[in-house]
């Protein structure tokens, strides 16, 4: 994850461990945006809509990376994700004022996920860990929305097939469906990405991508839909939940599609 974007993706010369923390941070403020409400008092409050957990994996190493200041938590809620960033930093936006002149603006960006990049890839360790905190999270939230995985890696398992963890993961459920394992596959192919394929046929002759197609989730049904509203392109019945030669923008649409359960409008009356 330490070397650079090809020149033809969205995120061309930044490093990938980079671009994955920005998203992933720009993300999760989306999502706390998306669910705050405003009371009758003027005040604004944090829906507890969704719980998150982001794991890092690298060398024999596995563990939760949301530096939120809540440290032996892996499930962290959207109020105290909201509450609890590791930094605040004054990142640069170029906007159109109202001359139509570009301009640039600084802009507060809430940080919980610092960019790491290291040798190996040990993604069966990571699938096993997401789970058991996968079962755990559905054995408690029965009648919730089934838990949602998205694996984000730039390398072949360095410790295994995963195949039969991603079936394990594929078998757990509450009472709204099974859970969903999702994958994106950040390459050096400098060409756009392959998004939502129904084939593995789709990809390129690479025999990890085709893997990873194997284990990634069919995406349901009513989902689908929602994925061809936000792409604004179609998505054919039996796609799969990969992403081939991911870049930034289609490492964040990945984010935003899996979340839409947790980004609905509320209809809510204070």
Request: hydrophobic share 45%.
């Given at each position: 994850m330490a070397?650079?974007?090809?020149?033809?993706?969205?995120?061309?010369?930044?490093?990938?461990?980079?671009?994955?923390?920005?998203?992933?941070?720009?993300?999760?403020?989306?999502?706390?945006?998306?669910?705050?409400?405003a009371q009758r008092d003027g005040?604004?409050?944090?829906?507890?809509?969704?719980?998150?957990?982001?794991?890092?994996?690298?060398?024999?190493s596995v563990g939760p990376v949301l530096q939120s200041g809540l440290p032996g938590q892996a499930f962290i809620g959207l109020p105290e994700l909201q509450m609890n960033p590791f930094?605040?930093?004054r990142r640069r936006r170029t906007e159109i004022d109202d001359t139509g002149q570009e301009i640039e603006i600084t802009v507060p960006f809430p940080v919980w996920v610092k960019a790491k990049a290291g040798g190996g890839t040990?993604?069966?360790?990571?699938?096993?860990?997401?789970?058991?905190?996968?079962q755990e999270w559905a054995t408690n939230h029965p009648d919730s929305y089934p838990p949602v995985i998205i694996n984000v890696t730039d390398g072949v398992a360095s410790d295994g097939d995963p195949s039969e963890l991603a079936r394990?993961?594929?078998?757990?459920?509450?009472?709204?469906g099974?859970?969903?394992?999702?994958?994106?596959?950040i390459t050096d192919f400098n060409l756009a990405p392959v998004t939502y394929p129904v084939s593995s046929e789709e990809l390129p002759a690479?025999?990890?991508a085709r893997l990873l197609f194997d284990i990634s989730s069919e995406i349901p049904e009513s989902s689908r839909q929602l994925l061809r509203s936000l792409l604004n392109k179609d998505i054919q019945p039996g796609a799969r939940g990969i992403i081939f030669n991911g870049d930034a923008a289609s490492v964040r649409q990945m984010f935003v599609f899996a979340s839409v359960p947790a980004t609905q409008p509320l209809n809510v009356h204070e």
């Open positions: 070397e650079p974007f090809g020149m033809a993706q969205a995120g061309a010369g930044r490093r990938k461990c980079d671009m994955v923390a920005t998203v992933l941070n720009g993300f999760l403020n989306e999502l706390i945006v998306a669910n705050t409400v005040t604004t409050e944090v829906r507890p809509r969704a719980e998150v957990v982001v794991l890092g994996y690298e060398g024999i930094d605040i930093e040990p993604m069966c360790m990571a699938l096993e860990q997401a789970r058991d905190l996968a394990q993961i594929s078998e757990i459920r509450t009472n709204d099974h859970a969903l394992l999702f994958n994106v596959h690479d025999e990890y």
